[in-house]
């Protein structure tokens, strides 16, 4: 207190500025050291934070803070405040500067409600918009100043909007052979009871609905699966050449009823890169199938395995290259989306979740990997992985 009286015979701005110190210092410390006791102790009875100025303090504060009186006047704005809202001097007006109603409400509240703090969810529409969570705190007791805290709300939106999506997402996926498989039981008992032919067809259908259905599933949990194990660095190498032969063999039955030809071409010496053997099969067996399932017309696919001879660091790329209908430019940034497909019945038809190529971008982003997708329509697409070799 007495450093405050000191500060404050220098200038009016400085004692509750002074003020909003002691409040910073004794909310913060608690928070940022394991002796909080002693050390807030220690600030009390006039150790080095009260000589502290304010306006530092509320400078190293990296959320936007606004210290206001009791006439809805800006005492001081800190930096971050500045930069998010553009110009707030000291004398301006609160209301004024945010004329939001619920922001108008906030400010009124907080000095007609006699309560020592408020929050509100306050959205900033530019120029992009954000979301915060505002907070209106009194400083200290009977002092007449009050603080404004922004906390930035948007990423935690989005991902909540993201979470809420993919369950959307996921649950429509499950519902259409649900629905399907209910449909034909309830013809089984009705229509259909005496009819054995009709009987069989539908309970092949049935058999591949739940087969899709136990598809998804595995897919869904080989997603969360990556997402909960955070990836270590082994140090095992794994031979490219060899993963992706036995990606081949596993697929050419595949191949072989598409009427495909599968076509290698690897480069000679060392192809190995540091990584796990079998997310790196799963990557290719997903590209290689989506080669085999969308580019049939095609009659070939190129398998090519080669360092890479662009980007800065040296690495190995594999390009699965087909010859069929291709994606048109808009789909490609979205292909490796959950659930994105760009014909929604063909996929279906071949059995497809929509999420192989999120699960290969999951993969290859654990890896520093990187996918590329180049494709132009009618004439085929190329999936690049590049991997790092160190
Ligand atoms: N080689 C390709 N040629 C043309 N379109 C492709 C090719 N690869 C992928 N696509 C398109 O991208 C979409 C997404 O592919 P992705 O592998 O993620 O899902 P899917 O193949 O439908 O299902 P899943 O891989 O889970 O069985 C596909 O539905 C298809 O529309
Ligand atoms: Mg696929």
Redesign the pocket.
């Known amino acids: 207190m007495i450093a405050v009286q000191a500060f404050s015979v220098l200038s009016p701005l400085v004692a509750p500025l002074a003020m909003l110190g002691f409040v910073i210092a004794a909310m913060a410390l608690p928070l940022q050291t394991g002796r909080a006791d002693m050390d807030h102790d220690a600030s009390a009875q006039g150790g080095i934070l009260p000589q502290l100025s304010a306006e530092h303090l509320a400078a190293a504060v990296t959320e936007p803070l606004i210290v206001f009186d009791q006439t809805a006047t800006v005492v001081h704005a800190n930096a971050a405040a500045i930069s998010i809202f553009g110009s707030i001097t000291a004398g301006m007006s609160l209301p004024l500067k945010f004329r939001a109603p619920e922001m108008q409400a906030l400010i009124e509240d907080m000095l007609t409600g006699g309560v020592s703090s408020l929050a509100i969810d306050y959205v900033e529409k530019l120029p992009v918009e954000r979301v915060y969570r505002v907070s209106a705190s009194a400083i200290g007791h009977g002092t007449g100043l009050y603080v404004l805290v922004f906390k930035d709300q948007s990423e935690a939106r989005r991902i909540d909007r993201m979470r809420a999506d993919f369950i959307a997402n996921a649950s429509h996926e499950m519902r259409t052979p649900l629905a399907s498989i209910s449909g034909f039981i309830e013809t089984l008992r009705g229509p259909a009871r005496n009819d054995p032919a009709a009987r069989e067809q539908f309970l092949q259908i049935m058999q591949n609905q739940a087969g899709r259905m136990a ?1 998804l599933i595995d ?1 869904l949990l080989s997603l969360s699966r990556l997402e909960m194990k955070s990836f270590h660095r082994s140090g095992v190498r794994v031979d490219l050449r060899n993963v992706v032969e036995s990606v081949i063999d596993s697929l050419a039955p595949l191949a072989k009823d598409s009427g495909l030809e599968i076509e290698r071409n690897f480069a000679d010496g060392a192809l190995e890169v540091p990584g796990d053997r079998d997310e790196l099969y799963q990557v290719f067996e ?1 590209l290689l ?3 085999c ?3 049939q017309s095609g009659e070939r696919v190129i398998v090519s395995i080669a360092p890479s001879t662009k980007g800065p660091e040296p690495g190995i790329d594999v390009t699965i290259r ?1 010859f ?4 048109a430019e808009e789909h490609i940034p979205r ?2 989306e959950r659930f ?4 929604v019945e ?2 279906r038809s ?9 699960i290969v971008k999951h993969i290859l982003t654990r890896h520093n990997g990187r996918l590329s997708i180049e ?1 132009e329509l009618g004439k085929g ?1 190329a ?1 690049t992985v590049h991997l790092p070799t160190n």
């Open positions: 598809r897919d997903n199938e989506n080669a399932k969308y580019g087909d069929g209908p291709g994606i292909v490796t994105y497909r760009v014909d063909t996929s071949q059995k497809g979740t929509g999420l192989g190529l999120s494709s697409a999936f």
